[in-house]
């Protein structure tokens, strides 16, 4: 079986979670999280990175940081994952969806000033798949309302935006370290910000908001979000290959589009717009019409040919858990809608071979003929 994932470790990971435990630093206090702050920090552009035990917390630690809760509504993507709106809602806001471009996956940032209310605090980036979102337009409405702008970046590392980088377009940005994103830890994510009182107040909430004068007294509540210095070697020890990385992506990306490009009945994300290259995090397909199962029926029938694929985003505003609050009832995202049945990502990890996508294509091709 193909893997829809396989990480490669060719570089000093080994040497460098040696170190950890020849010098017994494995907690977060050892050297590998300061370094991997620093580093990846500086490749998104931005000045303070805080690094978390996940992608999903560090938009918690987000949220938290920019004081949203009870009261607020936050836009973002209907087409993104749960974490996005679990954040949200567990802030005490209120998450309001807006669909996605036909050809890009990305939120649509024409629909977001038809969502904005007195009560929004926030707008939600995500940029999907391996483009980002059209950024100037969200920008200015963001500036003209005063929001707040989150970038969730997990799934763009080194990713640029008419030549600005990713991460550093809103007030605070996060990023995932699971196996399948550019830079891998195990389990691991990062907030980012170019504003020193954001990062600090991140590192206090992280980390139980001990106090500095007094460790045991809390004024606030905070949580143990840290990551390990062994998560944090490996982190490294990626970093200083992440150009090699995103080449390779790029070059998984041009390998598929090579043998898929122009079939009629698949639709690709676009190989480029105008303001970014794609950076292919996966690579994903979108059943035309004429293609007469859907993406589940297609998943089988690739894995019975050694072949695995996964599942796009289900949309939020079709989630049982919210529809079961009665959220969402009367909101249609037929963008959304359509591409979370119709769309399936093919194996697009940083260990794919050549020979591996040709396999993988040449089974798309022969199960949707
Ligand atoms: C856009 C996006 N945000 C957040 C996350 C969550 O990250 P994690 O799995 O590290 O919690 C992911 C993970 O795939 C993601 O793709």
Redesign the pocket.
Same mark, same amino acid.
């Given at each position: 079986m193909i893997p829809v994932n396989r990480p490669l470790f060719d570089g000093n990971e080994k040497k460098y979670l040696n170190e950890c435990i020849d010098t017994g630093w494995i907690s977060s206090e050892g050297p590998f999280v300061k370094k991997l702050e620093v580093g990846f920090s500086k490749l998104m552009g931005c000045a303070h990175g805080i690094a978390v035990c996940?992608?999903?917390?560090a938009?918690e630690l987000a949220l938290a940081a920019l004081r949203i809760g009870p009261g607020d509504e936050v836009i973002l993507p209907s087409f993104?994952?749960i974490?996005?709106a679990a954040a949200i809602v567990r802030a005490g806001a209120l998450p309001v969806v807006v669909d996605c471009q036909h050809d890009t996956w990305n939120m649509d940032p024409a629909l977001i000033a038809g969502k904005i209310t007195s009560r929004t605090k926030a707008i939600m980036v995500?940029h999907?798949y391996g483009l980002p979102v059209d950024m100037d337009p969200v920008i200015e409405l963001a500036r003209r309302h005063d929001l707040f702008i989150i970038e969730?970046a997990? +799934?763009q590392h080194g990713q640029s935006y008419k030549g600005r980088l990713v991460g550093s377009l809103g007030d605070i940005a996060t990023v995932?370290?699971?196996p399948?994103k550019q830079i891998v830890t195990g +389990?691991?994510?990062m907030v980012l910000t170019n504003d020193k009182t954001l990062a600090d107040r991140c590192r206090h909430l992280r980390n139980l908001c001990f106090d500095k004068e007094r460790r045991f007294i809390h004024e606030e509540l905070g949580w143990n979000f840290r990551m390990s210095n062994l998560q944090a070697a490996i982190g490294v020890a990626q970093l200083e290959r992440i150009g090699q990385i995103v080449a390779k992506k790029r070059q998984i990306g041009h390998w598929y589009q090579q043998r898929l490009r122009g079939h009629p009945r698949l639709q690709m994300q676009r190989e480029r717009t105008e303001y970014a290259e794609n950076i292919y995090w996966v690579f994903g397909v979108v059943l035309d019409d004429a293609v007469p199962f859907d993406a589940a029926e297609a998943m089988t029938r690739l894995k019975s040919k050694g072949v695995d694929s996964r599942h796009f985003f289900w949309p939020l505003h079709e989630q049982p858990v919210f529809r079961n609050r009665g959220w969402f009832m009367n909101e249609r995202c037929p963008n959304a809608e359509r591409i979370a049945r119709r769309g399936l990502y093919l194996p697009s990890g940083v260990g794919l071979t050549e020979k591996e996508a040709d396999i993988s294509a040449r089974a798309l091709l022969e199960i949707i003929r």
């Amino acid at each position: 079986m193909i893997p829809v994932n396989r990480p490669l470790f060719d570089g000093n990971e080994k040497k460098y979670l040696n170190e950890c435990i020849d010098t017994g630093w494995i907690s977060s206090e050892g050297p590998f999280v300061k370094k991997l702050e620093v580093g990846f920090s500086k490749l998104m552009g931005c000045a303070h990175g805080i690094a978390v035990c996940n992608g999903s917390l560090a938009i918690e630690l987000a949220l938290a940081a920019l004081r949203i809760g009870p009261g607020d509504e936050v836009i973002l993507p209907s087409f993104t994952i749960i974490s996005c709106a679990a954040a949200i809602v567990r802030a005490g806001a209120l998450p309001v969806v807006v669909d996605c471009q036909h050809d890009t996956w990305n939120m649509d940032p024409a629909l977001i000033a038809g969502k904005i209310t007195s009560r929004t605090k926030a707008i939600m980036v995500v940029h999907i798949y391996g483009l980002p979102v059209d950024m100037d337009p969200v920008i200015e409405l963001a500036r003209r309302h005063d929001l707040f702008i989150i970038e969730d970046a997990a +799934e763009q590392h080194g990713q640029s935006y008419k030549g600005r980088l990713v991460g550093s377009l809103g007030d605070i940005a996060t990023v995932s370290f699971y196996p399948n994103k550019q830079i891998v830890t195990g +389990e691991g994510g990062m907030v980012l910000t170019n504003d020193k009182t954001l990062a600090d107040r991140c590192r206090h909430l992280r980390n139980l908001c001990f106090d500095k004068e007094r460790r045991f007294i809390h004024e606030e509540l905070g949580w143990n979000f840290r990551m390990s210095n062994l998560q944090a070697a490996i982190g490294v020890a990626q970093l200083e290959r992440i150009g090699q990385i995103v080449a390779k992506k790029r070059q998984i990306g041009h390998w598929y589009q090579q043998r898929l490009r122009g079939h009629p009945r698949l639709q690709m994300q676009r190989e480029r717009t105008e303001y970014a290259e794609n950076i292919y995090w996966v690579f994903g397909v979108v059943l035309d019409d004429a293609v007469p199962f859907d993406a589940a029926e297609a998943m089988t029938r690739l894995k019975s040919k050694g072949v695995d694929s996964r599942h796009f985003f289900w949309p939020l505003h079709e989630q049982p858990v919210f529809r079961n609050r009665g959220w969402f009832m009367n909101e249609r995202c037929p963008n959304a809608e359509r591409i979370a049945r119709r769309g399936l990502y093919l194996p697009s990890g940083v260990g794919l071979t050549e020979k591996e996508a040709d396999i993988s294509a040449r089974a798309l091709l022969e199960i949707i003929r």
